[in-house]
T-cell receptor
C-alpha cells in the first residue's frame, strides 16, 4: 500500500495474555520506528530499526516488550504478560533513512488490556 | 539530549481567527523540525518540516512555521482557522546524530463556531 499499515487496528486482551502488533512500512523505507501514545501522555519512543537490526531499543519499557523485523520490511512488536498500564495506541513509522527525510506514521494499533 | 516543549496544552480559537502554536526545542546544533497533526482516532499526519534554508516553511492546509534559531523556536501559524483544524498538534525534533523523533507533549486545538 501507499502508507504505513498497522494491524490490528484495535485489540482488546485480558491481563496476562501476550499480544503481537504488526507494522508494514512503506515500500523502500529502511528505517522503522515504534512509538507508544498513552491517554493523556505524549508520544513515547520505543524502538528503532535500520534494516533488520535495532541500533536503538532504549525506549522499550520492560523486558516484556520486544520487537523484531525480518527481511528489512515487516516488524512485529510483542508484549508478553500484558498489564493494564500497557493500554495505549502503538504507532509505527517509517522513513527512507534515519535522518533527513520525512517520517511517515501509520494509524496505530489501539490496545486495551482488561 | 534533545527536548521539545509545547507550553500550551489546550488552545481555543474562533473560526476565522488567526492561530499560533508555540514550540521550543533544546539542541546544540540545527535540528530537523516537524509539525504533525493528529485528529481523533487517527494517526499522525505531517503538516510541514524544516531541514535547512528558508526559515519560513509552508505546509499543507494553509499552515506555516518559522524557525528562529535565536529563540530555539519553531512556532506554527495559520492566518484563518477552520473548524476542521480542531485536532492535536505535535512539534518534533530529529537531530543529525539521533535516530528518533522527539515529540513535544502536544497542543489540543479547539475551534469554536
Amino acid at each position: 500500500g501507499a502508507g504505513v499499515s498497522q494491524s490490528p487496528s484495535n485489540k482488546v486482551t485480558e491481563k496476562g495474555k501476550d499480544v503481537e502488533l504488526r507494522c508494514d512500512p512503506i515500500s523502500g523505507h529502511t528505517a522503522l520506528y515504534w512509538y507508544r501514545q498513552s491517554l493523556g501522555q505524549g508520544l513515547e519512543f520505543l524502538i528503532y530499526f535500520q534494516g533488520n537490526s535495532a541500533p536503538d531499543k532504549s525506549g522499550l519499557p520492560s523486558d516484556r516488550f520486544s520487537a523484531e523485523r525480518t527481511g528489512g520490511s515487516v516488524s512485529t512488536l510483542t508484549i508478553q504478560r500484558t498489564q493494564q498500564e500497557d493500554s495505549a495506541v502503538y504507532l509505527c513509522a517509517s522513513t527512507r533513512a534515519a535522518s533527513g527525510n520525512t517520517i511517515y506514521f501509520g494509524e496505530g494499533s489501539w490496545l486495551t488490556v482488561v | 539530549a534533545q527536548s521539545v516543549t509545547q507550553p500550551d496544552i489546550h488552545i481555543t480559537v474562533s473560526e476565522g481567527a488567526s492561530l499560533e502554536l508555540r514550540c521550543n526545542y533544546s539542541y546544540g546544533a540545527t535540528p530537523y523540525l516537524f509539525w504533525y497533526v493528529q485528529s481523533p482516532g487517527q494517526g499522525l499526519q505531517l503538516l510541514l518540516k524544516y531541514f535547512s534554508g528558508d526559515t519560513l516553511v509552508q505546509g499543507i492546509k494553509g499552515f506555516e512555521a518559522e524557525f528562529k534559531r535565536s529563540q530555539s523556536s519553531f512556532n506554527l501559524r495559520k492566518p484563518s482557522v477552520h473548524w476542521s483544524d480542531a485536532a492535536e498538534y505535535f512539534c518534533a525534533v530529529l537531530t543529525g546524530t539521533a535516530s528518533k523523533l522527539t515529540f513535544g507533549t502536544g497542543t489540543r486545538l479547539q475551534v469554536t463556531l
